[in-house]
Nanobody, 122 residues
């Protein structure tokens, strides 16, 4: 059974930073992505990591500000978010796909975490 368990996020002032974590199982999952969702909109691609290869892709809106990293021992990926502004406010989800390449389309992802709220004020 695939599980994606998220933690982190919360409330931060504009210009600040937050971290999200996503612990997943089984460890054979390879492509893990981050998306964000605002009510009334589609899930927007934030970034993704190829677990085996270690490379990452990012959406244009977050390039240079957000970083995806991994902890091999804990089967966990992180989303470090810096220089946050109000437009980053959303519910953030980690997701996994059975595909073997990074895709930005949320419909390509088969498994989803429970979501964590990120709110940027000021």
């Amino acid at each position: 059974q695939v599980q994606l368990v998220q933690s982190g996020g919360g409330l931060v002032e504009a210009g600040g930073a937050l971290r999200l974590s996503c612990t997943f199982s089984p460890s054979t999952l390879n492509i893990l992505g981050w998306f964000r969702h605002i009510p009334g909109n589609d899930h927007k691609f934030v970034g993704a990591i190829n677990w085996r290869g270690g490379w990452t892709n990012y959406g244009e809106a977050v390039k240079g500000r957000f970083t995806i990293s991994r902890d091999n021992a804990e089967d966990t990926i992180y989303l470090d978010m810096t220089s946050l502004h109000s437009e980053d406010t959303a519910v953030y989800y980690c997701a996994a796909t059975r595909r073997d390449h990074i895709t930005e389309n949320p419909r390509d992802y088969d498994y989803w975490g429970q979501g964590r709220q990120v709110t940027v004020f000021g």
